[in-house]
């Protein structure tokens, strides 16, 4: 797959962008826009936050290794661009909780009923859980390097797991934000169409960035020792 | 992992089944049970056939790799299950997705409009390309043994990604019928709880399957020499 790594990813950043793109017009323009003050704007910032941070921020953090690993890059750089994007992920996805929680609170919502919100507390608190032992054993100096060899393929396979997982909360937002909107979903008017694309853009990216991550490690440029865990 | 595979294998067949009960009641009890007769009891097959086909059974078929091969069995009757686990998935599909458009058009609803659509096509399209792959290139005896070993890193991959889609198609499903049985919703009653378990019970199948077929292939006591694909 080494012809096709360049292209894979360039056209993951174009899904990727193309679901916080679409993501953001439907909250920006065909849903009223952005606030902070418990009205159905200070929700609206919950889609754009979460796509942002849980699918395209997080993605491309997993996507970091592939890409910069074995390039003339030194490896803490590396590590700790896949740290800080993670944890800015970890940031902008607590505003966007904040955002929903608070604006269901200002307005007698009740919380947490809901799939997505069964969903989305089972994801996020798996990704903070991975982001801890991630911390813990591959960027603090404690762990053994047998420690970090035995861990790495757990890291790597619940990272994808937990990106898929976070896709999955997001269609199933997407599909309760469209009915509680109140349009005449079977028309397909604008709104509509551009909430189904953003779903099929969110599932192409996190298909295209697994793809990129588990397959033919060998034939990628980014190819280098992976028992180097320091 | 050794040790832990079989007790991953009966957690996986729990959550399949739960899956499958659960959304068989919720169907059979709370939405007025199953007819072949253009009402909302033919609509309620199309979910009980698709979380039984197109994750329970497909789910199973992919992991008859891991828990068969290399166990005594001889390698055709593991590959003739497999395919043959898929064609009966194939069937059930068929007649789960005839259930809903025969549903639609007997009460002009119309076809195709909604996200949980545009996903299930898209998912169903790649799962029949797949299979169609999958006996051209495995079963028959055209192929040859180079272009089976370049095909199978992918038939593994999209194997696991098209189940993925699936269990998504399905969360996003679950809540739109969450939302068109106009049950109140808020209020958590029986069939809600039951909807919403459902969902969590297809994400744990799914990723407790992934996990059995993609980690540590050289502990599971169906250990293995991969280049052998006839």
């Known amino acids: 797959m080494s012809k ?4 894979l990813v360039l056209l993951a950043e174009a899904l ?4 916080c793109i679409l993501i953001g017009l439907w909250m920006g323009k065909y849903l009223g826009g952005f606030a902070w003050d418990g009205s159905s704007q200070e929700f609206n910032l919950h889609p754009v936050l979460m796509v942002t941070s849980m699918v395209f921020l997080y993605g491309n953090a997993t996507m970091i290794y592939r890409i910069f690993t074995g390039v003339n890059v030194p490896r803490i750089a590396v590590k700790a661009t896949h740290a800080g994007a993670l944890i800015l992920a970890t940031i902008m996805m607590s505003v966007g909780l904040a955002a929903v929680f608070q604006n269901h609170n200002a307005n007698g919502i009740p919380n947490m009923y809901s799939l997505h919100s069964w969903l989305g507390i089972a994801t996020v608190s798996m990704f903070l859980l991975q982001l801890v032992l991630g911390l813990g054993i591959f960027l603090l100096p404690f762990a ?3 420690l970090r060899a035995s861990y790495l393929s757990s890291h790597v396979f619940f990272g994808i797991a937990i990106l898929s997982m976070s896709a999955a909360t997001c269609l199933v937002g997407i599909m309760e934000k469209i009915f509680f909107s109140e349009i005449k979903y079977s028309a397909l008017p604008a709104p509509a169409i551009i909430a189904n694309a953003a ?21 990628s440029p980014s190819n280098r020792n992976y028992s180097n865990l320091q």
């Not at 096709?4 to 292209?7: D, N, T």
């Not at 298909?207 to 990129?212: E, L, S």
């Open 16 to 19: 990727g962008l193309a679901s």
């Open 199 to 219: 779903g099929m853009a969110i599932v192409a990216f996190v298909v295209t960035v697994a793809y990129i991550l588990t397959t033919d490690k060998a034939a």
């Open 144 to 146: 053994s390097s047998q």
């Open 4 to 7: 096709l790594f360049v292209p």
